[in-house]
């Protein structure tokens, strides 16, 4: 019978199952999911290979089960980063700055995109858990429809938008670069929602003009330069 790690059973399994996705999470980052088995993950976390079949049946199931953990850990702690915040702009703002600085693994991992690689089952799964950091940013357009501080649209379309915007986007690792990067990142989304004016403070310090309005002279049905780039930003 294998030691248990920890002070129960429950503990023992869920202490393992941290170092299977500790071990998974380590060899995407450095070859890919593709290119990488069940068997070098249970060596790299120092779990018994017969030993890990207890806890996942395969490759996916571990991939869903790391992807299922690391969105309940983020969505809970962006629920708190949200809870102590009534106006819908900077709710908004909120959740594009832990967007950008949130790492996922599974969308960095170097070599084919996952949906490449993963069965249409396991990819419904991961789309799941996708779908629940969705309904926060919902949750939040949804108030700022209601209180009349965003305009009145689709959401189906605008919530896709957004997060596509978001995961392709690119930013510093440090420095004022990064800052400049995230502020202006937060200000394109709120453009791209329909928030056409920021305090003075603000467009100042990035150097932002924001608040002329929104209609220069197109017409009525013709996107604007924000909805191009955003509708660029979708994956293919």
Same mark, same amino acid.
Request: glycine share 8%; hydrophobic share 35%; net charge negative.
């Given at each position: 019978m294998p030691k248990i790690i920890g002070g129960s059973l429950h503990e023992h399994r869920e202490q393992t199952r941290q170092k299977l996705f500790a071990a998974l999470s380590a060899l995407m980052a450095e070859r890919g999911f593709d290119?990488?088995?069940?068997?070098?993950?249970?060596?790299?976390?120092?779990?018994?290979?017969?030993?890990v079949y207890n806890h996942f049946p395969d490759k996916e199931a571990l991939l869903v089960g790391f992807i299922t953990h690391e969105t309940e850990q983020y969505a809970a702690s962006l629920q708190r980063?949200?809870?102590?915040?009534? *106006?819908?702009? /900077? #709710?908004l703002r909120t959740y594009v700055s832990q967007q950008i600085q949130l790492k996922r693994v599974y969308h960095l991992a170097p070599g084919p995109e996952l949906r490449?690689?993963?069965?249409?089952?396991?990819?419904?799964?991961?789309?799941e858990h996708v779908v629940v950091v969705e309904r926060i940013l919902r949750d939040i357009l949804t108030d700022g429809i209601a209180s009349g501080v965003f305009p009145a649209q689709e959401l189906d379309t605008t919530v896709p938008l957004v997060n596509a915007c978001?995961?392709?986007?690119?930013?510093?690792? *440090?420095?004022? /670069? #990064?800052?400049?990067?995230?502020?202006?990142?937060?200000?394109?989304v709120l453009r791209a929602v329909g928030v056409t004016a920021v305090p003075s403070d603000e467009r100042a310090s990035t150097g932002a003009a924001v608040?002329?309005?929104?209609?220069?002279?197109?017409?009525?049905?013709?996107?604007?330069?924000d909805?191009?780039?955003?509708?660029?930003?979708?994956?293919?």
């Open positions: 290119a990488i088995t069940l068997a070098e993950i249970a060596q790299a976390a120092g779990v018994g290979r017969t030993a980063a949200l809870d102590d915040l009534d *106006d819908p702009v /900077e #709710r490449s690689v993963l069965s249409r089952q396991t990819q419904a799964r991961v789309r978001l995961s392709g986007r690119g930013v510093p690792e *440090d420095g004022p /670069e #990064r800052e400049r990067a995230i502020e202006q990142t937060e200000l394109f608040d002329e309005p929104a209609n220069d002279g197109r017409g009525d049905d013709e996107p604007a330069d909805d191009r780039a955003l509708t660029a930003a979708i994956p293919a």
